[in-house]
């Protein structure tokens, strides 16, 4: 691939992405959710949506792939420490939500049409 054929080919996966996030924090409000952030960065790393649902803090990774084996495989231990780091900057940057229950979620996308949500999708490490 050219350079800017690749160039392209990035640009198109970060809209993309930014669709499904959109599309992803459209979901979790209309199941509830109340969208504190998207694509909040930090120097950890960064979280898709951080959400609140009552008692709650919910940090949710947003993946789209070709099929949904696929989407659910691309969340990787590294990933998932990813966002472990950044859900700690988030609490210590929001000290009112300390005392919050602490939630990993998932929402993954495959063409047409199929999403998942898997609520309290891992744990996090100590």
Known sequence: MTGEIMKTE??????????????????LQIKGYKILNVR?????????????RKNALVFVEVKGRADMR??????????????ESAAR??????PQFAGFDMRFDVVVF??????????NAWRARS
């Open 40 to 52: 909040y960065k930090t120097p950890g790393g960064e979280i898709d949506i951080v959400a609140r």
């Open 70 to 83: 696929s989407a659910l495989e691309s969340i990787t231990a590294r990933n998932r420490l990813r966002v």
């Open 89 to 94: 900057f988030f609490i210590a940057a929001h």
């Open 110 to 119: 495959a063409p047409p049409f199929s999403f998942r949500h898997l609520d």
């Open 10 to 27: 990035k640009i198109k996966a970060y809209e993309r992405g930014h669709r499904l996030e959109r599309l992803a924090a459209l979901y």
